[in-house]
């Protein structure tokens, strides 16, 4: 007769299974999945209406707060940073002009959850974009670096308005719903 040897309490295995690193890998698996069945740049359309609508309520949720109606273009630069700190992300301004906001980035949200998904910068660029374009009229994110290619931080330039800079740029326009033009069109 064998004997079994004796478990350790189930419950004080040291499993992380906490909801934010159960959440991340989630979305982790989620985007990889997408990634190999359908490829990168149909993963990202799928992640990229996901954060579109995250964006659309995040915005609705910081106006509510702050009660006003819409933000300007510093403010929008303290909420991209604010809702990034608050998701354990690390973001910060760069710089920031009448045309562009430049940020930084250090830590993923994600965590190493982003390694080698791509496709989950588009939750950034989509967030982003949603809620200047809503604020201001117009915006286009460039992703430039992102930890998620295995840079060593992100960095993220969000155009305020059409210039030559910016029709030249690698990224994506997000036009104001009043504007009836719609929102996430590729260029």
Partial sequence: MSHQPELPVINQLPIDLARGNFMRTLLRELSGTLQDVVGLD?????????????GERI???????SGGDKFNAQQVG????????RIKGDFY?????????????????FGDNVLDRPALCMMTSNVFGMITA??????????QEAIARGDAGCRVVVYLQ??????????????????????????
């Fill in 42 to 54: 149909q993963a990202s359309g799928f992640v990229a209406v996901v954060g579109q609508r995250m």
């Fill in 59 to 65: 915005n609705e949720m910081y106006r509510a707060a």
């Fill in 78 to 85: 303290e909420v991209l940073v604010d809702l990034k700190r």
């Fill in 93 to 109: 301004i760069v710089s920031q002009d009448d045309e562009k906001i430049v940020l930084g980035n250090r830590r993923c949200p």
């Fill in 134 to 143: 809503e604020n201001l009229g117009y915006a286009k994110v460039e992703i």
């Fill in 162 to 187: 059409q210039s030559p800079e910016s029709r030249s740029a690698d990224g994506r326009e997000y036009f104001s719903d009043e504007l009836g033009q719609g929102a996430n069109v590729d260029t």
